[in-house]
């Protein structure tokens, strides 16, 4: 099997990059002979083998380069942290930008308050949020009621009452929200158990 032996140039491996002085094909039971007669001919030379790493660093306690850390790359400007990216413990790690905030260099969930203060929830939003749950509530409603004109279930006067009332609470939402304080589904009211049968 053919193994790959080069030859570079020390001093501009140390500013980071790989300046190949020469490149050889060789034979692997000739490898630790000819590595050897390498290093006596070059003395000022890296004799390294295998594939050269595309982003290098040069180890000055053994004299050779290897695969550059993330933070080196950064250091050296060979790399960007994206708007998503940090850099925790020397590795470059993603988070979600919207959901996510770094906090003491360490990735953690927002808040409800972050959202708040980044306007991603506002009385408005609350508000359209309840509309759209109001529309899986409603549609559950319909469909009790159409149960209940064809028979199939049987309502109680008190029922009855309890179910217009759910519906008017639902209804009322929108005029008595007014404060972030709270979370718009702490004003929810409970479901009926005849139509959280309904809900699909």
């Known amino acids: 099997m053919k193994i790959k032996i080069h030859v570079l140039d020390k001093e501009i491996a140390k500013q980071g990059y790989a300046c190949v002085n020469a490149s050889y094909n060789i034979e692997e039971t000739e490898r630790n002979s000819f590595i050897e007669k390498l290093k006596k001919e070059n003395p000022s030379k890296i004799i390294f083998e295998g594939d050269i790493p595309n982003f290098l660093t040069y180890d000055e306690n053994s004299n050779m380069i290897r695969e550059a850390t993330e933070e080196e790359k950064l250091k050296r400007g060979d790399r960007e942290l994206a708007t998503n990216e940090i850099l925790i ?4 790690v993603s988070y979600d930008i919207y959901s996510q905030k770094i906090e003491n260099e360490k990735i953690v969930n927002k808040t ?18 309840s509309r759209n749950d109001r529309k899986i509530i409603f549609n559950a409603m319909d469909k009790y009621d159409k149960s209940v004109l064809r028979g199939d279930v049987a309502e109680k006067e008190k029922e009855k009452i309890e179910r217009d009332d759910f519906r008017k609470k639902w209804l009322d939402i929108p005029e008595i929200y007014k404060t972030l304080d709270i979370s718009i589904e702490n004003l929810y009211p409970n479901i009926p158990e005849k139509i959280r049968y309904f809900i699909n």
Request: no cysteine; glycine share 4%; hydrophobic share 25%.
């Open 89 to 92: 413990e020397g590795k470059i």
């Open 112 to 129: 409800r308050q972050d959202f708040i203060n980044e306007k991603s929830i506002t009385i408005e939003s609350e508000i359209e949020k």
